[in-house]
């Protein structure tokens, strides 16, 4: 379970909505399950600073969390959404400038597929700062 909760980390909208969403340890679990990703293997990327090449596991996890949040329809990002769940935190608010031009930075982010998508998505809002440097606020929920 810690792993899992670590594994919030991974995008700050992640964070967002464990603070918003009572329901988000669920769709964490249901995602690593539909996706086959295990805690072993994400506890790994997320221990090694994100740095790591991501595999097509890891991927298509972050597209079913973005998915089951509504921050990702029909393979396109949906940066408004992101926006509309992070303007509801109250750790935000006083941020939301530099965070909608980091949204708006990453949000024509394409990849090869869907997965891949999601994740040069993740990893370009983490490039951004988009996590503000505060992954403790994923655990604060």
Same mark, same amino acid.
């Given at each position: ?6 594994? @919030?980390?991974?995008?700050? +909208?992640?964070? @967002? ?5 009572? *329901? ?6 249901? &995602?690593?399950? /539909?996706?086959?990703?295990? /805690? @072993? ?6 221990? !090694? ?6 595999? /097509? $596991? ?25 926006? $509309? ?12 400038? /530099?965070?909608?031009?980091?949204? *708006?930075? &990453?949000?024509?982010?394409? !990849?090869? *597929? ?9 990893? &370009? +809002?983490?490039? =951004?700062?988009?996590?503000?440097? =505060? ?7």
């Amino acid at each position: 379970m810690k792993a899992t909760l670590f594994s @919030a980390t991974l995008v700050l +909208l992640m964070a @967002a909505v464990v603070q918003c969403d009572p *329901n988000f340890p669920q769709l964490m679990k249901q &995602c690593m399950e /539909e996706t086959k990703m295990s /805690e @072993a293997e994400l506890k790994d990327f997320m221990t !090694g600073g994100m740095k790591s090449t991501a595999n /097509e $596991n890891l991927k298509c996890y972050s597209k079913c969390l973005m998915e089951k949040q509504g921050h990702m329809v029909n393979g396109q990002f949906n940066s408004d959404a992101l926006l $509309n769940t992070l303007k509801n935190v109250p750790q935000m608010k006083d941020k939301m400038d /530099e965070i909608t031009s980091g949204v *708006n930075a &990453c949000k024509d982010m394409k !990849g090869t *597929n869907d997965c891949d998508t999601a994740f040069k998505v993740t990893m &370009c +809002l983490k490039e =951004h700062k988009m996590m503000g440097g =505060h992954p403790a606020v994923a655990q604060q929920g």
